[in-house]
C-alpha cells in the first residue's frame, strides 16, 4: 500500500498536467466518467494515502489499496481503474478506489492530521491520543484520523528508531515519549520521501522485513499486531513495553 510520501511523490510527477484539459477518459471505474471528459484539472494535491485530482465544482479522490498502482505516459497490461488522455501525456490508475467527491474539499480533509502537509498539527494528534489512552501504539500510527498517512513501513521504523514496544499502551508513554513519537512519524515520513526519491528506501530499513536487531544482534520478532493486525518487526529487548 502506498503510505503518505509516496503519494506525495505522485502529485510531483502529474505536475505537468496541471491546468490541462482531459481529453479521453477510460477505465473500469463505476464513476461517470463521461464527467471527467473535456474538463480542466484544476489541481493535485495529497491527503495521508489519497491522492486528489481537483475540479472546478468537484474532485475525484483515489486510494491504492494494497495492491494500487499508476504509471505515467506508459500502461501496464491489465486494464486501468481509471485512464486520463491529456494533451502532453497520459496518467493511468490501476487497482484503486476511486470516488468523486461533491462536497468543498477543506470540510472532507483534516489537514492538520495529515503529517506531511504544511498544517499538521501535533498538539491536534496529542489530543486524539489523549482521549483513547488504550489505544496500543501501533494501532495509534496506524489511525488515519490521527496519523494520515503513516502506514506499516512507517509504523514499523519510528516504533523501532524510538525503541518503543509496538504492544505498549500510547497512554502509558510518558509525555516525552509521546512527543517522541508523534515528531517521529512526521520526521520519519520525510526520510521516506527523500528516501524513495532516490531509490535508497529499503537500504535505510532497520526494522520492517528485517530478520536481526542491529542495535542488540539478536533476532527481531516478526507478528501480526493490534485491531489492525498488520505485519509488525520488532526488537523484544531495546523496544520497552509501556503497560
Given at each position: 500500500m502506498p503510505e503518505?510520501?509516496?503519494?506525495?511523490?505522485?502529485?510531483?510527477?502529474?505536475?505537468?498536467?496541471?491546468?490541462?484539459?482531459?481529453?479521453?477518459?477510460?477505465?473500469?471505474?463505476?464513476?461517470?466518467?463521461?464527467?471527467?471528459?473535456?474538463?480542466?484539472?484544476e489541481d493535485f494535491k495529497s491527503w495521508g494515502k489519497h491522492f486528489l485530482i481537483c475540479f472546478k465544482d468537484?474532485?475525484?479522490?483515489?486510494?491504492?489499496?494494497?495492491?494500487?498502482?499508476y504509471r505515467i505516459n506508459e500502461q501496464r497490461e491489465?486494464?486501468?481503474?481509471?485512464?486520463?488522455?491529456?494533451?502532453n501525456?497520459?496518467?493511468?490508475?490501476?487497482?484503486?478506489?476511486?470516488?468523486?467527491?461533491?462536497?468543498?474539499?477543506?470540510?472532507?480533509?483534516?489537514?492538520?492530521?495529515?503529517?506531511?502537509n504544511e498544517n499538521w498539527d501535533a498538539t491536534a494528534a496529542r489530543k486524539k491520543i489523549?482521549?483513547?489512552p488504550d489505544l496500543l501504539v501501533c494501532d495509534a500510527l496506524l489511525d488515519q484520523n490521527i496519523f494520515?498517512?503513516?502506514?506499516?513501513?512507517?509504523?514499523n521504523e519510528v516504533l523501532y528508531r524510538i525503541r518503543v514496544h509496538p504492544l505498549s499502551r500510547a497512554g502509558a508513554l510518558p509525555p516525552k515519549k509521546l512527543k517522541v513519537l508523534i515528531d517521529e512519524a512526521r520526521n520519519y515520513s520525510f526520510d521516506f520521501y527523500k528516501w524513495k526519491k532516490?531509490?535508497?528506501?529499503?537500504?535505510h530499513w532497520l526494522a520492517h522485513t528485517k530478520k536481526y536487531?542491529?542495535?542488540?544482534?539478536?533476532?527481531?520478532?516478526?507478528k501480526h499486531l493490534g485491531k489492525t493486525n498488520r505485519r509488525t518487526f520488532y526488537c523484544s529487548n531495546c523496544q520497552l513495553l509501556y503497560e
Open positions: 503518505g510520501p509516496s503519494i506525495v511523490i505522485l502529485k510531483e510527477a502529474v505536475k505537468s498536467f496541471n491546468k490541462k484539459k482531459i481529453l479521453a477518459v477510460t477505465g473500469n471505474s463505476k464513476i461517470d466518467q463521461q464527467r471527467l471528459l473535456n474538463k480542466k484539472v468537484f474532485l475525484v479522490s483515489v486510494h491504492f489499496l494494497l495492491f494500487g498502482s491489465m486494464k486501468p481503474r481509471l485512464s486520463f488522455k491529456f494533451k501525456g497520459e496518467l493511468n490508475l490501476y487497482s484503486c478506489a476511486i470516488k468523486i467527491i461533491e462536497e468543498d474539499l477543506n470540510e472532507v480533509y483534516d489537514w492538520s492530521a495529515d503529517v506531511m489523549k482521549v483513547n494520515s498517512g503513516v502506514g506499516n513501513i512507517i509504523k532516490e531509490f535508497v528506501l529499503k537500504k536487531c542491529v542495535r542488540c544482534d539478536i533476532p527481531l520478532v516478526k
